[in-house]
């Protein structure tokens, strides 16, 4: 049977930075691996910043979401039962940083897909940086993001690290909304830089399997985390790095939580940009793409129009 591993985490914690170091830790012990990304439009950044891992053992596929819980829970199940006979031996899941993990048990326990299918571990991405600063519906987001979780990986770890405030938070968090997971520093979460994981670390993680969670649920509006895209986004980078600050701190705009994507920054340069409230970090790139994704709570999406129009050719779907 095919290991199906979940790759769970909050909006911007940093599940495909984690997803590269894991795979490459899978391929190189000679698994076939198929990565399957999930998001909410028809550009997945996520996906392009995975291209590097593409070879005859890894392969990329992509569900796109948007139109409601049921019609992506078909589309999940039929891409399963499509990859069902491709050789796999691992499939890893990188839902959107808004998912609801009973989606994946529910699909992989119908026929015929508990016959070719096997869960192995659910991983939860906890943002080290972020994490503390979520309130009121993000955190209960991100409660229910890591609930089912075998075991934590905290992203963006430093030496200023407070992990046992972090776990503290967690534990807490569980315990306010109800939720019977809770989480041992010591037993169930890694913490420290993804590049500095070692062979034992990520077979630990492999091996983590996961948690059968309960909690009461809360009924969100879908609309109330939808993101808007940008394509064709040319602008400078003093005036990218400007306009990302901006968003952040601006309430008009709604709560932003993530912007990342490519930019054309002059005739001959673009760049990858993938920024938080606590950090923006740009890196160039060479991409076939220029788009802009802008994630947060009940984003005002024509204010952010106004400030980008602008700067790209077709302005959020």
């Not at 991100?142 to 075998?150: N, P, R, T």
């Amino acid at each position: 049977m095919v290991k199906i591993d979940l790759i769970t985490g909050f909006l911007g914690s940093g599940k495909t930075t984690f997803i590269k170091e894991y795979a490459r830790y899978l391929i190189e012990k000679g698994e076939k691996i198929a990565i399957i990304e999930n998001d909410y439009g028809a550009v997945n950044i996520d996906m392009v910043l995975l291209q590097d891992l593409l070879g005859d053992n890894c392969n990329l596929e992509m569900i796109v979401g948007g139109d409601g819980k049921e019609a992506h829970r078909r589309r999940f199940r039929t891409k399963l039962i499509s990859m069902g006979m491709s050789g796999y031996t691992r499939v890893i899941i990188e839902p959107s940083g808004i998912y609801d993990a009973d989606e994946f048990f529910d699909v992989l326990y119908d026929e015929p897909l508990d016959r070719w299918y096997e869960i192995g571990s659910v991983i939860g991405i906890v943002d080290s940086e972020s994490a503390m600063m979520l309130e009121d519906t993000a955190r209960y987001l991100f409660m229910s993001e890591i609930a089912w979780a075998g075991k934590l990986v905290f992203s963006k770890v430093s030496p200023d690290t407070d992990t046992a405030a972090i776990t503290d938070f967690i534990n807490k968090t569980m315990e306010e909304y109800g939720c019977n997971a809770r989480y041992d520093l010591g037993k169930d979460i890694i913490a420290k830089p993804f590049n500095k994981l070692t062979g034992q670390d990520l077979e630990n993680i492999e091996g983590a399997g996961y948690r059968k969670s309960s909690y009461p649920k809360l009924t969100l509006e879908e609309k109330q985390y939808l993101p808007l895209f940008y394509f064709d986004v040319e602008m400078p980078k003093d005036t990218l790095l400007s306009i990302t600050r901006a968003l952040f701190a601006d309430e008009k705009a709604g709560k932003v939580i993530r912007v990342k994507g490519f930019v054309k920054t002059g005739a001959d340069s673009q760049l990858e940009i993938n920024a938080t409230e606590a950090e923006i970090k740009t890196n160039p790139v060479v991409s076939s793409r220029n788009v802009i994704i802008i994630i947060g709570e009940d984003l005002q999406k024509d204010y952010i129009n106004g400030i980008l129009k602008d700067y790209c050719k077709v302005v959020s779907l």
